[in-house]
């Protein structure tokens, strides 16, 4: 896979369909790599000219030292797009993908034709949770984070039916990069864009799972209510809906990015 060499961090993406085609990024969650778009991939290739990434700190990008912000996490994209020579995509981020989303619609509107905000919010948790946890990993490992991310992750029904996703996507956890994970979650322990909400300019879209614990249809709700014209879709998951319901999340994709 093609990696770009940029600043302080090397970034890990592949690219998949037609370069002809509307671009359409995906920007991963918390603990995961590129790879949990593969039910997007799929579909979706026929349609669009698809860029995945692993945020720095995960999968096989570069976990440089020292807390993140999310300025960095969004300028990774832009920077990115700037290396494709793509003036223009759509995005579509999950959980902490979702609050980068947020940053690149706040600060670099022109180069997005609609942003799909899933599974997010605009201040996730609180910032001594995210501290502490960061702290726990740095002292401990991702072994502890894995061991018990499933229920937050997924719902139980979607745990007992299909086991070996959920235990594949866990073993994926265990094994990332401690630093990357504990400095993502720093930068989560800042990230609040309540205050900019109102400033965004560009078709949003907030997409949130009936079933999430973590960022919730209220959190949804919220968003949708500060930025103007923004649509709420909800769908019958928990956090990471694209993999619990896929075929409802592309139906999704395809309704409000516009493909049919």
């Known amino acids: 896979m093609p990696v770009f060499e940029n600043k302080d961090v090397t970034l890990n993406y592949a690219t998949f ?30 349609d669009y000219f698809i860029i995945c990434s692993d945020t720095r700190g995960h999968g096989k990008s570069s976990a440089p030292t020292g807390l993140y912000r999310l300025d960095q996490l969004g300028q990774d994209v832009i920077d990115l797009l700037n290396h494709l020579s793509i003036d223009k995509a759509f995005f579509c981020g999950i959980s902490m993908g979702g609050m980068t989303g947020q940053w690149l619609a706040i600060h670099h509107p022109d180069r997005f034709h609609h942003l799909m905000l899933c599974n997010t919010a605009a201040k996730i948790g609180n910032e001594a949770a995210w501290r502490d946890r960061a702290q726990l990993v740095r002292e401990q490992g991702l072994a502890p984070i894995a061991a018990t991310a499933a229920p937050r992750w997924f719902t139980a029904g979607f745990i007992n039916d299909y086991p070996d996703v959920v235990a594949a996507l866990s073993s994926a956890l265990a094994a990332g990069s401690s630093e990357g994970y504990a400095s993502c979650c720093e930068a989560l322990a800042t990230a609040d864009t309540r205050e900019q909400l109102k400033d965004i300019r560009v078709p949003v879209t907030v997409v949130a799972g009936i079933e999430d614990p973590v960022t919730t249809v209220a959190d949804g709700q919220y968003m949708v209510d500060h930025i103007p014209n923004a649509k709420l879709a909800t769908i019958d998951a928990s956090h990471i809906s694209n993999i619990e319901q896929p075929e409802a999340f592309n139906k999704l994709v ?3 990015l516009n493909i049919q």
């Open 17 to 46: 369909g037609d370069s002809s085609n509307l671009a359409l990024l995906f920007s991963n969650s918390l603990g995961t790599s590129y790879h949990m778009w593969q039910p997007q991939i799929d579909v979706l290739q026929t």
């Open 254 to 256: 395809r309704q409000y």
